[in-house]
């Protein structure tokens, strides 16, 4: 089952920022917007700096990534590198 998570509040220097550690996870975001699709980890991203959002769509995790984290468990890792970078899930 694929997710849908949107987060608000990313100012564009802390969206590159996380880009850095998201890469870190292998996981490459190139530009503002596309599909990744690394390690069972895959989806679609759009950020829009004028309204300072993220959205990832499609999220969905395979394997090889599924014997170590589920969705919700991405979900939270996502949450949490969102979150240290000013940003904030949507309610």
């Known amino acids: 089952m694929a997710k849908r998570l949107q987060y608000d509040?990313?100012?564009p220097e802390?969206?590159?920022q996380m880009k850095?550690?998201?890469?870190s996870f292998?996981?490459?975001?190139?530009?503002?917007?596309?599909?990744?699709?690394e390690k069972g980890v895959s989806g679609q991203y759009t950020y829009s700096p004028e309204?300072?959002?993220l959205i990832?769509?499609?999220?969905?995790?395979?394997?090889p990534a599924s014997?170590?984290?589920n969705l919700d468990?991405?979900?939270?890792?996502?949450?949490?590198?969102?979150?240290?970078?000013?940003?904030?899930?949507?309610?």
């Open 67 to 69: 014997m170590m984290l």
């Open 56 to 63: 990832l769509d499609e999220l969905s995790v395979g394997f």
């Open 26 to 37: 292998g996981l490459d975001l190139k530009g503002n917007e596309g599909n990744f699709n």
């Open 14 to 16: 802390a969206f590159d």
């Open 73 to 91: 468990t991405l979900q939270k890792r996502m949450t949490d590198v969102v979150a240290q970078h000013g940003g904030r899930p949507q309610q």
């Open 20 to 23: 850095i550690k998201l890469k």
């Open 51 to 53: 309204s300072e959002s």
């Open 9 to 11: 509040g990313i100012k």
